[in-house]
């Protein structure tokens, strides 16, 4: 019984790590028009059976659909199995399928100095005498993107990856102040004569026309090329060992944002993939003047929303209110400023908006709360409206009222009490007639405020 989970075992590994047949665009140039006129590209449909051994013969055995032609139909064999990827092997019948695309490469010396240092032999090897492929891969999520250089015999359809470069950050978020490790790992055939000359890592960076260099490492010499870019790093053992050139940025700011590119050489070769950083901050709410001023009826009561220190530009602001019935309604989005830019290069926005209490149905007050959308989340931050003289008294304050009421009654029936009682002549023979005035007044007074009182009882 053990046996036979053994064979089972063995039997799902190597069906989850089978190599993929995938289509493919094979996209070239067609010849100049002459004039040093670069002509116009062709693109079309080819078939990479993908194998991690040279001597397996499973792949070739597939047909190729009747939309290919035969000539277009490749086998590569890539010994680091970084093709054989799950994610680039979806399900048999998929619609959707990973992104691959094949060109021709011609290869070549590099002139940038800290890549020079590969190629000082003024000949080139006859090793290159041969037919030479680039390809670019992405995962149907497009995390994961491989880029490879492969060689074949002249006129040959086998082709050999030589030169891999593989990441799985082709898209990176980050919030600002987090460190950031943009993935990037190679591979080198250690079989070819060009694994012995060195090599040298490149992450430049690009986006909306602006480009500059972010890191430069020479690896046959040991050196960094000068760059005016800091807080970003290599493991450089990491690197020698296992190919692992991912760049590391100690503190995410703004300006990070953009495209990286992160490149492979070798002597004659170049491979590179291209990957996204986005810098995802969502804004401070801050409400003004908190705590709101009473609103009479009547009365119009401004309030401002300011959300600040958030990043990339696009944010809704709106406004709702949460009366005593629990119940929220919209009051919309109020008067929107235009957005700023700070030092740091996230932006701020604020959102003015005008309570008029002749107008809203207020009630006694509630919440109101300011809401913004961002890419980075939802934020809310909420405000209390005070209102006065829109409706009927709650319980404590009519239980108030009332003990207020009685309070009052008491008073002005003893205040009587004291005027009227059996003593009432002897009691305003001892009193002047100033004294006598005050004291009807003063029960007037107590009347005309009971009488009030009762009144915004019942109303």
């Not at 006859?126 to 680039?134: E, G």
């Not at 080198?188 to 500059?212: A, H, I, K």
């Not at 070798?266 to 709101?292: R, T």
């Not at 990043?311 to 406004?319: D, F, N």
Request: glycine share 8%.
């Amino acid at each position: 019984f053990q046996d036979i989970i053994s064979l089972l075992n063995l039997s799902c590994e190597a069906c989850s790590s089978t190599c993929p047949v995938m289509e493919c665009w094979f996209v070239q140039e067609k010849p100049g028009r002459g004039g040093g006129l670069t002509g116009a590209t062709t693109q079309e449909k080819s078939l990479l059976h993908i194998r991690t051994d040279a001597q397996s013969e499973a792949a070739e055995a597939q047909r190729a659909p009747a939309d290919i032609n035969p000539s277009r139909v490749y086998v590569i064999t890539d010994p680091s199995a970084t093709l054989c990827h799950p994610s680039l092997n979806p399900p048999r019948g998929s619609i959707k399928k990973p992104q691959c695309e094949i060109n021709p490469f011609l290869p070549q010396p590099s002139s940038i100095k800290w890549v020079a240092s590969l190629t000082e032999p003024a000949l080139s090897p006859p090793y290159l005498q041969a037919d030479w492929f680039s390809a670019s891969f992405q995962n149907l999520d497009k995390h994961l993107g491989v880029s490879t250089i492969s060689r074949a015999p002249t006129g040959s359809k086998e082709h050999d990856v030589i030169l891999s470069i593989t990441s799985k950050t082709m898209s990176a978020k980050s919030r600002l102040g987090e460190p950031v490790t943009l993935d990037c790992s190679f591979w080198v055939d250690p079989s070819t004569p060009l694994s012995t000359s060195g090599f040298s890592v490149e992450w430049r960076y690009q986006t909306r026309g602006d480009g500059r260099l972010v890191l430069a490492y020479d690896g046959k010499t040991d050196r960094l090329a000068d760059s005016q870019e800091r807080g970003v790093s290599l493991d450089f053992q990491a690197l020698h060992e296992r190919g692992n050139a991912s760049l590391v940025i100690e503190e995410a700011k703004v300006r990070h944002a953009g495209t990286y590119i992160c490149t492979v050489y070798l002597p004659y070769l170049l491979a590179q993939v291209a990957m996204e950083l986005e810098i995802i901050e969502p804004p401070s709410l801050s409400i003004h003047p908190s705590p709101l001023p009473l609103a009479a009826p009547g009365q119009t009561v401004q309030v401002q929303c300011e959300a600040s220190g958030f990043a990339p530009l696009p944010l809704e602001l709106s406004w709702e209110f949460k009366g005593a019935d629990e119940k929220s309604r919209s009051l919309g989005s109020g008067s929107m400023s235009g957005h700023r830019q700070a030092w740091d290069g996230t932006y701020s926005q604020s959102s003015r908006l005008e309570l008029d209490t002749s107008k809203m149905d207020l009630g006694r007050g509630g919440e109101v709360t300011c809401v913004a959308v961002h890419a980075g989340g939802t934020r809310r931050a909420s405000v209390t409206l005070n209102a006065i003289g829109f409706s009927s008294p709650s319980i404590e304050d009519s239980m108030a009222m009332v003990g207020v009421a009685l309070v009052l009654y008491g008073l002005i029936k003893f205040v009587s009490w004291t005027f009227t009682g059996s003593g009432r002549k002897e009691h305003f023979s001892r009193l002047n007639k100033t004294k006598c005035i005050f004291y009807l007044q003063l029960i007037q007074i107590f009347r005309l405020f009971s009488d009030l009182t009762v009144f915004f009882f019942f109303l």
